[in-house]
Nanobody, 123 residues
């Protein structure tokens, strides 16, 4: 079992930055693909960014060039640096882990989820 805990969310003005962290416990994440997802009120959960065990990354078009996903296997932690935030980025952000990178990229039966962290961007 892998337990995931997000931190770093909060309230920020449009154009500002936040960094989310996802701390894992229970197992080392070095062999897991990981990702960030978000869910706004009244909307379905959507893919934001993913990172494979080898460090390959993928981003949703809406965040390309503004968000950066990274991982520190030594700290068993994943990050999401969010710059140039927009009001439409407001959502609960979830981190996730799965042995299969495709599951992360396609949001298919992802094995492990964090509890979520609220990000609110004011205009």
């Amino acid at each position: 079992q892998v337990q995931l805990v997000e931190s770093g969310g909060g309230l920020v003005q449009a154009g500002g930055s936040l960094r989310l962290s996802c701390a894992a416990s229970g197992r080392t994440i070095s062999s897991y693909a990981m990702g960030w997802f978000r869910q706004a009120p009244g909307k379905e959960r959507e893919f934001v960014a993913g990172i494979s065990w080898s460090g390959s990354t993928s981003y949703a078009e809406s965040v390309k060039g503004r968000f950066t996903i990274s991982r520190d296997n030594a700290k068993n932690t994943m990050y999401l640096q969010m710059n140039s935030l927009k009001p439409e980025d407001t959502a609960v952000y979830y981190c996730a882990a799965d042995p299969n990178y495709r599951a992360i990229l396609r949001l298919l039966s992802v094995n492990y989820w964090g509890q979520g962290s609220q990000v609110t961007v004011s205009s």
